[in-house]
């Protein structure tokens, strides 16, 4: 890969790495409704123009049935569940929680009757990173958290079937005109909700950079980042940053948060991490269109990446 392949990579493993801790930050301020609201709303303002640039929203005339199903599974659905749950979980456990995406993903597919081949490496690699996520989990529902990880669990499901419906129904759609189109229909949704929910008072400066910073930086920025990344190393290479980005979410929240790590954590992400090398290894992706190369491949990961954004 090249230096401009390995700096997106960086990034990347950065900006969809931290955005559980700017919804806990965010959280502590206002309702889930506004967060969602102001991420989606501003990652939608400024993905606009180049959506338009890159052609508009023809290519999604005949798939907008499709585009709202991938939607609601994908930003609708997952964003609103993941603040909510971070109000009473820390953000290092429902990044790694959320990282079990991959390997969720790849059994509904290979349940679903896919083209997935599961090999001894690969239900190794899913009974590792299984283990990891009811580790953590475990620990959290015998402390009286059973919604706040049934919360996560949810959100893991949405992110999982998002892909599947974006290789079946979207694989000829553009992926920058998509993105664009589901932010802006999630925040349409929350629009009523974030006004009836609307702090008070005006919210601090560390919520308001933190809600400023997940839409800027963290959703749109992000998006286009990964396209380039995409285009520069391929889907498949592109893809392995999602590795990367649990880890980074468990250190930002120990390191700005004092979120405590325990053995526990240390000993799931362990698990988490190698579980999903294992199981998202040669010969499979995380639904049947995540490794392809094409334009489609392209339109089906590019948010998909967004539930390892947390978000």
């Known amino acids: 890969m090249t230096r401009r392949g390995w700096a997106l990579f960086a990034v990347m493993s950065v900006v969809w ?54 939607a609601a599974c994908e930003v609708i659905g997952p964003w609103w569940l993941l603040s909510d749950a971070e109000r009473r979980l820390p953000s290092s456990l429902t990044g790694l929680l959320v990282a079990a995406v991959p390997i969720v993903g790849i059994g509904l597919a290979y349940l679903a009757g896919g083209r997935e081949r599961l090999g001894p490496v690969r239900w190794a690699g899913l009974a590792l990173g299984l283990a990891g996520v009811f580790l953590l989990a475990g620990r959290q529902v015998a402390g009286g958290d059973l919604w706040s990880i049934t919360e996560v669990f949810l959100t893991v499901l949405g992110y999982a079937f998002a892909p599947m419906i974006a290789a079946r129904r979207l694989a000829d759609v553009p992926s920058l005109p998509m993105t664009a189109a589901c932010l802006s229909v999630a925040a349409l949704c929350y629009l009523p909700l974030a006004v009836l929910s609307r702090p008070s008072r005006m919210p601090d400066g560390g919520a308001l950079a933190a809600l400023g910073t997940l839409g800027v930086v963290c959703t749109a920025l992000a998006f286009l980042a990964f396209f380039a990344l995409i285009r520069e190393a391929g889907t498949a290479r592109a893809m392995v940053f999602t590795y990367v980005a649990p880890v980074v979410a468990v250190l930002a929240g120990v390191l700005f948060l004092g979120e405590p790590l325990t053995g526990t954590v240390i000993a799931s992400s362990v698990l988490v991490v190698a579980g999903c090398v294992l199981a998202t290894g040669r010969g499979g992706g995380t639904g049947g269109g995540g490794t392809r190369t094409g334009r489609g491949a392209r339109g089906s990961t590019a948010v998909a990446g967004a539930p390892v954004a947390g978000a």
Not at 51 to 58: D, K
């Open 17 to 70: 790495g931290v955005p559980y801790l700017l919804i806990k930050v965010a959280g502590e301020e206002v309702a889930p409704p506004v967060v969602v609201f102001a991420r989606t709303a501003l990652g939608a303002l400024l993905l606009l123009v180049p959506a338009l640039r890159a052609g508009g929203f023809g290519a999604l005339r005949g798939h907008w049935p499709a585009v709202l199903a991938f």
